[in-house]
């Protein structure tokens, strides 16, 4: 069975953003290093690892305005979200609450 050739866009001369795929794909990279840090936010160092270099690419992501998704959905703002919040989470949990808690605090004589 023969389909109609599909009807093309009007080429306006402007490339968006999104036309990148790799452009696109650190967005939704950003997105799946937030996702996967924050299921694993008890591994100290993966985690703040994993979570400053997907919020660095969605970071990254919105300065070039790029959205990352192919119908306008914005991941790259996700992905930041995603990140900033499972760094904070990082650092809450296995920084501040390490002292608080079971050790004591730096730089205090005693």
Request: charged share 10%; hydrophobic share 45%.
């Amino acid at each position: 069975m023969d389909h109609p050739p599909a009807a093309q866009a009007a080429v306006t001369g402007k490339r968006s953003p999104n036309d990148s795929y790799i452009a696109r794909g650190l967005a939704g990279a950003s997105v799946g290093l937030g996702f996967f840090s924050a299921c694993i936010f008890f591994w100290t160092p993966m985690t703040s690892i994993l979570s400053s270099v997907g919020l660095t690419l969605g970071l990254i992501s919105l300065a070039r305005g790029v959205r990352g998704g192919l119908r306008g959905e914005n991941y790259a703002m996700v992905g930041t979200l995603l990140c900033a919040t499972s760094l904070s989470i990082t650092v809450t949990l296995n920084q501040v609450l390490r002292y608080v808690q079971w050790d004591q605090l730096p730089l205090l004589p005693w």
